[in-house]
């Protein structure tokens, strides 16, 4: 099972906190309103939601839905350490199941994040923002921890590489990559390449750069409506105005110049 969760809003950290059990515990049952998310620092751990059992380790993170019903299944092992944080649910949140098709932040029930530091410092963030008060700070962390949750997808070796590319492309806007030119800058071949970036995000490269492209042609009309359509199009690596034209359209449904000026 996965979790959806909607980004548009803010979510507020409710409760945080590190917990240390010096000797075996059991996880009390419950039906909470608010998203549990814990992780493991040390120990082991069995956790139950609805009929499904979670064996916890150290690095394991473990999302508990509001509304659901969660148990310990056995005690923690002595000396176990983890820490926890209690989110707002929003409304249309919580466990779906693996075919169901919905808008929002897809991330599964558990993770392993031993292989990506980025879960486990965000989720210290959190906590440690939560503690000192800060609680809009903690929000935010929060959303981050979105983010690179969905991004990592339990599978980090396709994620990272996926994520490099895009990367690439982000930082060199003015340029239109090949696929082979994007397989040398990351040291594979152009067909892993796109099966692994196509695999982390639906999508093929040449048609992300596309989009992004566009996005950022959107940018420029907000930001610098004196900059002619002509010039759009050279400074994000169109090969003229013509080709720029074309695939704003065929993306957005419209012309770049009516667009501009609705």
Known sequence: MKNLFISQNLHTVTEADINYYAVPFLHPKRIMNEHDFIYVLDGEWKIGQNN????????????????????G???CLPKTK?????????????????????DGVIIDTMIDASLNSNIKRLFF??????LLGNNRKASLY???????????NLKPDETDLAVKLKKIIHRNPEKFYSNNELAQLVGVSAKTCENKFKAAFSITMHQYMLEFKIKEAISYFEMFP??????TAYNLGFYDEYH????FKKIMGVSPTKYRNK
């Open 82 to 102: 983890t820490m926890y944080f209690h989110i707002s649910g929003l409304e249309g949140e919580g466990v779906i199941s693996d075919s169901q098709n919905n």
């Open 125 to 130: 963030e959190i906590v440690n923002s939560k």
């Open 244 to 247: 720029f034209s074309k695939q």
């Open 52 to 71: 499904e059992v979670f064996s916890l380790k150290k690095d394991s993170l473990l999302i508990l839905a509001a509304g659901n019903s969660h148990y």
């Open 226 to 231: 004196q900059m002619s359509i002509k010039e």
């Open 73 to 75: 299944v056995d005690h």
């Open 142 to 152: 929060f959303e981050l921890l979105l983010c690179e949750l969905s991004e990592y």
